[in-house]
Structure formats: C-alpha cells, structure tokens
C-alpha cells in the first residue's frame, strides 16, 4: 500500500505570502492519480487539485499543482485569509482501486 | 442543484446496527460511482469503498472488508453505508463522494454524517 506524507504538519504564515505544501509517497506513482483537497471546518473536504496539476472548476487561480514521480507539491501564490486550513493529498490506486490519503497540512495564521 | 445530501446523525451502541444514506440530486445517479470516507482526528481520511449505482457492483478496502456493507437503490437515487454490528471504534465522520468512472478525484462531497457508537 502506497504511503503519502504530507509536510510540515502545520505552516504558519501571514496573508499575502506565498504557502509550499509538500506530499510525498513511499513509491513512485503517475501524476494523473494524485489529488489535492481543502477542509475548511465543519465541512467536507472540496477538490482543489486533480492529476497533480489541474485546477478543479471554480478554484483560483492562486492554487496550482506540480509534481511527479514521489513528490508532489500544492503552492498557493497569495494567501486569502479564507486559505488558513486544512490541505490533503491524496493518490489513487486502480488494480484493485484503492485511495489513500495524506495526513494532512495545516495552514495556520502567523 | 447538483449536490449530495446524507443522513443526519446517530448515536448508537455497540452491537447495534446502523444504515446511513446519500442521496444525489440533479444529476444523473448512475453514470457516476459513490464512495464512502471515513475521518477520524487519529487516522484522518481512509477510503472504505465504493459502488457503481448502475449494477450495484462494489469494491471494498481491505481494512473495511467484512466490517461494513455498501449497497444502493438507483430507482430513488441513493447509497447507502450499513453496519449489522457497530464498535465503539466506528465512531466518526463519514462523507459520500462521487467519481466519475473515467476519472480518478472525488469531486462532489456529502455533507457528512457523524456517527457515534457509545454506551
């Protein structure tokens, strides 16, 4: 079963900064099935990122995805004071379907 | 509204049984496959499986296999996440999420349903 570490934990920065969330699996998988969630609190995680690099309909343009192999990265250019919290990686697995996910970033106001 | 619209929540025993439902709304039910998430604050998100509402056909995580049962009725556009016999540690969130079969992202969510199993 493929392991995604998610890092750092938490990441405290202010609005306007520029925000690095790495995740990074314990074998090499295909960009196309790994995917980037956000968690606001008391709601369902919302697709941000799928196939590493492809924003999901609706998302700004200050989210972007990149990555290949065993690292991924979800960079947001300028944080917005709704952005502090919650990011999950995610892969998944086709034979037999399997997905599992990261176990998350924290995105914290400084 | 394209949406996904779950039980509310529960409180039951250990022992007990338990089914929760998501039901999806203007969209066409069939042509997209249901998952099921569980959160808890110690394990986080863990895939418990899926069904493809159009035959019923289901796929299970081998940490969930056994322990719980996935089945839908297409003719009122539901899933459903049943229990015949709830622990202590089923304790949590659980999310719907649809897919569609020729993708690989979860890209509509439940609201959840909590779900706690205490005596």
């Known amino acids: 079963e493929i392991v995604l570490t998610q890092s750092p934990g938490t990441l405290s920065l202010s609005p306007g900064e520029r925000a690095t969330l790495s995740c990074r699996a314990s074998?090499?998988?295909?960009?196309?099935?790994l995917n980037w969630y956000q968690q606001k609190p008391g709601q369902a995680p919302r697709l941000l990122i799928y196939?590493?690099?492809n924003r999901a309909t609706d998302i700004p343009d200050r989210f972007s995805g990149s990555g290949s192999g065993t690292d991924f990265t979800l960079t947001i250019s300028r944080l917005e004071p709704e952005d502090f919290v919650l990011y999950y990686c995610q892969q998944c697995g086709t034979s037999p379907p399997m997905y599992t996910f990261g176990q998350g970033t924290k995105l914290e106001i400084k | 509204e394209v949406q996904l619209v779950q039980s509310g929540a529960e409180v039951k025993q250990p022992g007990e049984s338990l089914k929760i439902s998501c039901k999806g709304s203007e969209y066409s039910f069939t042509s997209y496959w249901i998952n099921w998430v569980r959160q808890t604050p110690g394990k986080g998100l863990e895939w418990i499986g899926r069904?493809?509402?159009?035959?019923?056909?289901?796929d299970y995580s081998t940490s969930f296999q056994g322990h719980v049962s996935i089945t839908g009725d297409k003719s009122i556009n539901t899933a459903y996440l049943q229990w015949s016999r709830l622990k202590a540690s089923d304790t949590a969130m659980y999310y719907c999420?649809?897919?569609?079969?020729?993708?690989?992202?979860?890209?509509?969510w439940g609201q959840g349903t909590l779900v706690t199993v205490s005596s």
């Open positions: 999420a649809r897919q569609s079969p020729f993708e690989l992202d979860f890209g509509l």
């Open positions: 196939g590493a690099s």
């Open positions: 069904i493809d509402p159009s035959d019923s056909h289901t």
């Open positions: 074998q090499s998988i295909s960009s196309s099935y």
